[in-house]
């Protein structure tokens, strides 16, 4: 799990409370957005056989008809990463889907086999905080401070 932290007190948080929060908000849902993004993309069938997922009859998930070499799913497990935005909580997760473990590579099985996961949503909290949290909050924090001055 990751999380961001920010403590505000002050004569400046006391008069500019609503820019400071809208701010805040700004970030938070630029974040979310961000990481749902990349995660979309990173989650996209793939024909190499990532997430490919056909069933034992060899009917592909979600879709009627023969299995094709090279057909993937149609992406059920993507569709179900949604973030959630609450003022200034945030989540994103898979919806519970009950393989989600197992494709993130922290489920008990993993230890069993060779597949030890993909650990998506790891590296996606990984690049959010190294690479996306700076210049996002930059981003809004200077558009605050333009409107705080006037």
Do not use: C
């Not at 990532?50 to 799913?73: E, F």
């Not at 609450?86 to 922290?106: C, H, K, M, S």
């Not at 597949?115 to 790891?122: L, P």
């Amino acid at each position: 799990m990751s999380g961001v932290t920010i403590r505000i007190s002050g004569p400046l948080w006391a008069q500019g409370r609503p820019i400071l929060e809208r701010a805040l908000q700004n970030i938070v849902q630029t974040l979310v957005e961000d990481g749902e993004s990349r995660l979309d993309e990173m989650l996209r069938p793939r024909p190499q056989g990532v997430y490919l997922a056909i069933t034992p009859r060899g009917v592909p998930w979600g879709g009627p008809g023969p299995s094709r070499p090279g057909r993937g799913s149609v992406g059920h497990y993507r569709q179900n990463v949604h973030g959630r935005v609450q003022f200034l909580n945030a989540r994103i997760d898979d919806g519970g889907v009950v393989y989600g473990p197992w494709l993130e590579g922290t489920s008990t099985r993993n230890a069993t086999t060779r597949f030890k996961g993909y650990n998506s949503f790891r590296r996606t909290a990984q690049w959010l905080n190294d690479t996306r949290k700076p210049v996002v909050i930059q981003r809004w924090i200077t558009q605050a401070i333009t409107e705080l001055n006037g």
